[in-house]
């Protein structure tokens, strides 16, 4: 099935009322009712026009489109002029794993995130795509670890706020560099601007093998998420997206809804 990503926008004076599948819920519907734009993943050209009636929105663009690949990870393809993969990279705080820009002390700069697809101020997009981490994060362990044996930080901030350990959350490859950032001393509790931990994003991707990981290296497996959406544990995630995998694992290391 095709993946879109696409922006919902409230439309003037219409109402919203009750929409359900795996990408939008209560919380999305309220937020849409405030006025708020939302981002979203849809897999369903079909459904793109159920989420506009049943919510009061209006479709304002398709960011991105694309088949998932054999590995059942979207397909890199469709990048913007930036060389992201919307498809693979857009959450609630936009594009993960920028280049940020940093202040003369080396201090990551917080203002307008990219594309300002989420208004709370976050890390400022620096221009130059992927960090160079992200990238070796899509390329598998063994590009993480090269990167950690000349010096790079197992903790460094990227767009949306995410750090190495979110990043492998997004993929079913990334994953795969979980236990190799975790040796190197990556903070699996570190939260981004979406207020999600590490093993939230595992949870929300069914990526059992990250999930794991950390678990087994101490991750709290009934944290709730922080501000903006305070409130969700990881099984509560977990059983939304329908990640049955991770639900099972996360039960094992007694988790709670």
């Not at 620096?126 to 899509?138: D, L, N, R, V």
């Not at 949306?160 to 903070?187: F, N, Y």
């Not at 699996?188 to 990526?207: I, Q």
């Not at 903006?228 to 995998?245: D, V």
Request: with cysteine.
């Amino acid at each position: 099935r095709t993946m879109h990503i696409v922006r919902f926008s409230k439309r003037a004076g219409a109402s919203c009322y009750g929409a359900s599948n795996r990408h939008i819920n209560e919380k999305h519907i309220v937020l849409l009712r405030l006025g708020r734009a939302l981002t979203l993943k849809i897999q369903s050209s079909n459904l793109l026009l159920s989420i506009c009636i049943s919510t009061g929105t209006r479709l304002s663009r398709v960011i991105a489109s694309a088949r998932p690949a054999d590995n059942g990870d979207p397909a890199i393809m469709g990048t913007d002029p930036e060389g992201f993969d919307p498809v693979a990279d857009t959450v609630g705080p936009g594009i993960y794993s920028g280049r940020v820009k940093r202040d003369a002390d080396g201090n990551v700069i917080w203002g307008r995130q990219y594309e300002n697809h989420n208004p709370a101020p976050g890390p400022v997009y620096a221009g130059g795509g992927y960090t160079e981490m992200a990238q070796a994060i899509h390329q598998g362990p063994d590009a993480v670890r090269r990167l950690l044996s000349g010096g790079a930080d197992p903790n460094e901030i990227m767009t949306g706020g995410a750090r190495p350990l979110h990043t492998c959350g997004m993929s079913k490859r990334g994953q795969l560099a979980t236990q190799v950032l975790i040796e190197a001393g990556a903070d699996v509790e570190a939260l981004d601007t979406y207020g999600y931990t590490p093993l939230h994003r595992m949870a929300s991707n069914n990526l059992v093998i990250g999930a794991e990981a950390l678990l087994k290296a101490g991750a709290d497996p009934n944290r709730e998420t922080d501000k903006p959406y305070i409130g969700e544990r990881p099984l509560q995630i977990a059983q939304f997206a329908g990640a049955r995998e991770v639900e099972e694992v996360l039960i094992r290391y007694g988790a709670k809804a």
